[in-house]
């Protein structure tokens, strides 16, 4: 399975940002799918995550902020990032897991204040 992320950048503090993780490769069922994010220094955490039957779980801090969905396809999942914040500035992990585990090459989102 590849993972292939778009939509990181530069914003400044309050505005959005939307990623997309696209997977393709040999899928034979609906993956769990989801997002994490690593900051300088910091350990990788778990932004948002899909379980495979639609379940939605948010990290505390971009609760109300942050929304997560898929395509109908379920192959493709989003992170719609509203009122971003300086501390939300990391490089973007997207996250597959089905039998297996795969991991996006990252795409860097920088929020300046």
């Known amino acids: 399975v590849q993972l292939v992320e778009s939509g990181g950048g530069l914003v400044q503090a309050g505005g959005s940002l939307r990623l997309s993780c696209a997977a393709s490769?040999?899928?034979?069922?609906?993956?769990?799918m989801g997002w994490y994010r690593q900051a300088p220094g910091k350990q990788r955490e778990l932004v948002a995550r899909?379980?495979?039957?639609?379940?939605?779980n948010y990290a505390d801090s971009v609760k109300g902020r942050f929304t997560i969905t898929r395509d109908n396809a379920k192959t493709t999942v989003y992170l719609v990032m509203n009122s971003l914040k300086p501390e939300d500035t990391a490089v973007y992990y997207c996250?597959?897991?089905?039998?297996?585990?795969?991991w996006g090459q990252g795409t860097q989102v920088t929020v300046s204040s």
């Open positions: 490769g040999p899928i034979f069922r609906i993956p769990a």
């Open positions: 899909l379980s495979s039957v639609g379940m939605k």
């Open positions: 996250w597959y897991s089905d039998v297996s585990e795969y």
